[in-house]
């Protein structure tokens, strides 16, 4: 059964790569969110998400998405890692964006975005240290160099698939 499992996920690794990049690229929108209504604000005083707070919804949808994409984006890197013999030699670099989405996926039940949003508008139900916000909110910003990466992987796939 789990052999059966691999062969299906490595004969489609090519789409699974970009279904991981699509759903963790989603999360460039909760960034901008994070950083124009909760740090920008924090340090400046001023509300730069604005007019967009109407689709705070849309936001908070894209927020829930990061569940399937950090678990895509998981599996990619670690079936990359085991099984893809084109990328023994960088497997270093590969533990290490397996390592950031893991502590991407642990930041999810140790501190959430509300939690953070919370501690930095005020509120009497949760209180914490401040600098915990700022370090779950520094975690947040781990995704960068996946998003990069997983970029930089299609690029290459895309080019080896054309003739010369």
Known sequence: MFKKIMNFY??????NLKISF???SLQLLHLYWLTTD?????????DYFGEL????????IIDYIEI???VSGLI???FTIIYDKKEKEKKIKN??????L??????????????VYTTFVGSELIHMPEYFAWIAILIDYLELPVIYDLLKRIIKKEKEKKPN
């Open 53 to 60: 707070s109407d689709f705070i919804l849309l936001f908070i």
């Open 102 to 115: 893991a502590i991407q996926s642990i930041h999810i039940f140790w501190i959430t975005d509300d939690v």
């Open 22 to 24: 699509i759903l963790i």
């Open 68 to 70: 399937p994409a950090l």
């Open 95 to 100: 533990t290490v964006l397996l390592i950031l």
């Open 38 to 46: 909760v740090v920008l604000y924090r340090l400046t005083g001023t």
């Open 10 to 15: 490595l004969r489609y690794q090519n789409i």
């Open 76 to 78: 990619y890197y670690l």
